[in-house]
């Protein structure tokens, strides 16, 4: 592919660096090679034994600006890594190279007025934390907020806890500034603003090596996290919309899984009766009081609640929800992966309803509702009790068939992926930060037919 | 109608309200038996010559029970006020009898956690100021925000600046509880929570005479205040439906005028060049960064910019919009009137281009983007250049056979305006509560029916 199979002395790559910390230990660097695609058999498959030959990590822009200039001189394909808790394979090098680890990046430049700058390594638990102390919180983030840097979730994810208010990192106002250090001969930072930021946001980390990020922050409100059970799936799945459109709830979180995936959840399982399908929910203080009305009218059963005071202490509901739901079935069952989809908008549910009843038990229900373009709706990690990848792409098929929206994690190509096509502008931006094609290489469609 | 014109001696009521504050100079009684309701010619024809023949201003709930007590002792008419800013004539007396003046209960009990326990003569502005203190807001108000009152709001008011993110008073959530004094032969105060305030909010004061309320807050971010011109007014329009639409971006304000509404601006003109149409934003500091883009994208001006830390200098652009916007163009021109419409779901916005296109200047567009039930949706205070009653009904049918929802500010009759049918379980506490029909009496067709 390409010129990729380059052969680079290592000790005189490692002497040009000297003063960054690099990993040459195999063990290791085979580790921080890996990302979490093992949730797909097919990226397993198809990624197994890929690893990077050596892992750098810079701690200072200017130590970045000096592994891009060494990596551009010597055209080593340069992979970059956060926490590498994504599901894709996209922090997997496909043709070895260095993995360029961000996690010592952890500096927060300033917070104020409910904006946050800070470099790329920054965890998001720590970005949270440090917020808060101001009366703010990050507006969204993934199952794996623990560990997950801002600067990964940027380059690979779209959302999460906090989009069924905020929407997604894409949508405009999620992401107001980006620093990226080129590829070229003569690396630059470069900053990017406003609608800019496009540019790089849910780029893979192939559109320049992301240092520092801007953010929008949340107004931190004290949050009650609740259990809501219901003998009937449809039901869950109607209540879970109606509080998504109750316009006067102050929400961050509405998970509806169906029956039995709450039975994965064994921490949980005193507030989750045998068959019972459930919804995880997360509301501000100030809502609470009108929750039982909403709660009663779709027939729920409210099983578990904690308060604001006590969100430090025990389990967090949110553990349990968006990918972390398929972390925990797999712990239970190896062999369960899953979809991810996007359902038209409708309120009635009917195509949730169609798919529901059309799998069964194969293709189990995850709803995580979220707002797309103003309106709220469901979006799905579906569990799939998996047979063949045959079956896992007819599955697939049938629900793109049916106006469902699949962005395909079994596929670590980009635009196989939820991207269907890369954004021109993109591409342009990555042709001036990357012109040696050094950056995830092997990820992009596009490039691999010109 | 009914038995309410009695006789009473109003010396002897006096007397029996020792200690209670009572105004009854005619001319400031005619003066409080007042509202906006002029804003309508037909309002102002209908409801000439109506006032009470006293009022009184308890301090106290202790004094509202007395008062209660000696109205329903007397079967005396009592028509509550807070400051009278509403436009529906609510606040005018049909049969005489006691204004009940809630304005001297002003105390404001907590704020905490995001929530407000106060008196219902609390003005809106005065409620907002002290909650600022602590980093909040209120989440909507009227744009007769520095004098009404929050008691007045919720009786007679439905939402306004702030709906944009947090729907309308109705919405279960905005609203989390009410006391009432009920005119039994032995008043109650009455404290409804939860799912119960739904029979008294927006019950225009004829269900128990509200004393205090319980409202959840809204993070008081810094805003900035803008306007942006168009070329035309469709495209201001989908402007405006986008930047509702953008999850991202934080608002508070979304209000588009056609042109020649911006004419009546006197103190903005040179923000307002001739013959353009404008959008008057609020939109959170934090989200200022990309909405050049989203202005860029609608061939939008931005032509004036108020930064958050000049919030409180000059004029607010909120003083321009809802009802306001009537009282401005009313200024220049008494002639004019208004509709109140809710345009149906629908992003193409075709409808709004229909009326638009199809009454021309006769039916001058003002747009109000709302969230209603989870979604975007432009309502409306059209201005209409009043001909005759005939005509003005002939545009409001034209409208409503068009899919055009309208709450009818041309009648006092609550089902003729915006609710269309009495809530039964509203009809069912109102029985409980004012047993002998004092409370407004002659404004509710199913009472006047049975």
């Not at 680890?101 to 720590?126: C, F, N, P, T, Y």
Request: charged share 20%.
């Amino acid at each position: 592919m390409t010129s990729m199979e380059v052969e680079v002395n290592w000790e005189v790559f490692v002497a040009a660096l000297a003063g960054v910390e690099v990993i040459t230990d195999a063990a290791q660097v085979a580790k921080l090679s890996q990302d979490y695609h093992t949730f797909s058999p097919i990226l397993q498959r198809d990624l197994a034994g890929k690893v990077g030959d050596i892992v750098v990590r810079p701690a200072t822009e200017a130590e970045v600006l000096r592994v891009a200039a060494v990596c551009a001189w010597y055209r080593i394909p340069v992979t970059v890594r956060g926490a590498g808790t994504g599901n894709y394979g996209q922090c997997v090098p496909l043709h070895g190279g260095v993995i360029l680890d961000m996690s010592r990046m952890q500096r927060i430049g300033w917070i104020e007025k409910g904006v946050a700058r800070l470099e790329a390594g920054v965890k998001l638990a720590a970005l949270d934390k440090k917020a808060r102390e101001s009366g703010w919180e990050i507006r969204m983030a993934p199952s794996t907020y623990r560990t997950a840097t801002l600067g990964g979730f940027v380059a690979g994810g779209s959302g999460g806890i906090g989009s069924i208010t905020y929407g997604q990192l894409r949508d405009r106002g999620n992401l107001l500034a980006l620093k990226v250090v080129t590829l070229e001969d003569e690396p630059r930072a470069i900053e990017l603003r406003g609608d800019d930021v496009q540019k790089v946001n849910h780029a893979w980390g192939v559109n320049g090596i992301i240092t520092e990020l801007e953010i929008p922050l949340a107004p931190a409100y004290p949050w009650v996290e609740l259990i809501v059970t219901f003998d009937d799936f449809m039901t869950a799945a109607s209540f879970g919309q109606a509080l998504g459109d109750a316009d006067g709830i102050v929400k961050k979180l509405i998970t509806v899984f169906a029956a039995p995936i709450p039975t994965y959840f064994a921490a949980l399982r005193q507030y989750l009766p045998e068959e019972s399908h459930a919804a995880f929910l997360i509301v501000a203080e100030s809502s609470l009081e009108v929750l039982p009305g909403l709660i009663q009218e779709y027939g729920g059963k409210l099983t578990y609640q904690k308060s604001a005071q006590d969100a430090n202490k025990g389990v967090n509901l949110w553990e349990f929800t968006w990918n972390h739901t398929t972390l925990h079935a797999r712990s239970v069952d190896s062999s369960i992966t899953y979809l991810q989809s996007l359902f038209p908008l409708d309120k009635s549910l009917q195509t949730v309803e169609q798919m529901y009843h059309y799998f069964g038990d194969e293709v189990m229900m995850h709803l995580e509702f979220i707002r797309v373009n103003g309106a709220v709706i469901p979006a799905a990690l579906q569990l799939v009790r998996y047979t063949t990848e045959e079956r896992l792409n007819e599955i697939i098929r049938y629900h793109e068939a049916n106006g469902v929206f699949i962005a395909n994690p079994h596929t670590y190509i980009i635009e196989d992926g939820g991207r269907k096509q890369m954004d021109p502008e993109q591409l342009k931006f990555k042709q001036m930060v990357d012109p040696y094609g050094l950056m995830n290489p092997g990820k992009i469609k596009a490039l691999m037919a010109s």
